[in-house]
């Protein structure tokens, strides 16, 4: 069975640093691309960063600068360090496992999604 | 960043309704999209893959559509199980993604 815990998350003041987790099991992690999503109370989803099986990162302008994804194959574990945060940072981060489609070359899906750690940022 | 624009934000139907959702990216995409139901405490659901596919196991009332910019997702017959947020997320870029703001339906 897929399983994806996260933990890390808590409060933290604006400026400050908070470091995310995901442990993940019952597949060959370091198969698979991984991401962090996050949605704010009230809020969309929002896609935060993602990495290749290869280490290669991604990143939406939002966070691009302050928040560095990263992945240790031998440990399954997957992190987000989360630098300079700010009020809206405020979110409950999922730790997620994109998948690419049997039938269309390239096109990823999202099939398994952790239960979410909250992160708050305080002014 | 390829930006992802849902349209309505919320919408409230009846059962039988049938019900539609837009989905406009800032860029062509051509079919990179996928929809998702999310239902509070449970974690969003693949709906359709590929702009059109359906995913396994979804019921057929769930049909989406087009390519490039533009795309719809249709519940042809909408049910009391069918409440919940629906987004749409390119995959163009991959692994950077997008998800589109998301459409409340409430029945």
């Known amino acids: 069975e897929v399983q994806l815990v996260e933990s890390g998350g808590g409060l933290v003041q604006a400026g400050g640093s908070l470091r995310l987790s995901c442990a993940a099991s019952g597949f060959t992690f370091n198969t698979y691309d991984m991401h962090w999503v996050r949605q704010a109370t009230g809020k969309g989803l929002e896609w935060v960063s993602g990495i290749g099986t290869a280490g290669d990162t991604y990143y939406p302008g939002s966070v691009k600068g302050r928040f560095t994804i990263s992945r240790e194959n031998a440990k399954n574990s997957l992190y987000l360090q989360m630098n300079n945060v700010r009020v809206g940072d405020t979110a409950v981060y999922y730790c997620?496992?994109?998948?690419?489609?049997?039938?269309?070359?390239?096109?990823?899906?999202?099939?398994?999604w952790g239960q979410g750690t909250p992160v708050t940022v305080s002014s | 960043d390829i930006q992802m624009t849902q349209s309505p934000s919320s919408l409230s139907a009846s059962v039988g309704d049938r019900v539609t959702i837009t989905c406009r990216a800032s860029h062509n995409i051509n079919n990179y999209l996928n929809w998702y139901q999310h239902e509070p405490g449970k974690p969003p659901k693949v709906l359709i893959y590929g702009a059109s596919s359906l995913q396994s196991g979804v019921p057929s009332r769930f049909s989406g559509s087009g390519s490039g910019t533009y795309f719809t997702l249709t519940i042809s017959s909408l049910q009391p199980e069918d409440f919940g947020t629906y987004y749409c997320?390119?995959?163009?870029?991959?692994?950077?993604?997008?998800f589109g703001g998301g459409t409340r339906v409430e029945i």
């Open positions: 997620a496992r994109g998948v690419y489609s049997e039938t269309y070359q390239n096109l990823m899906l999202v099939d398994y």
């Open positions: 997320q390119q995959s163009y870029s991959a692994p950077a993604l997008t």
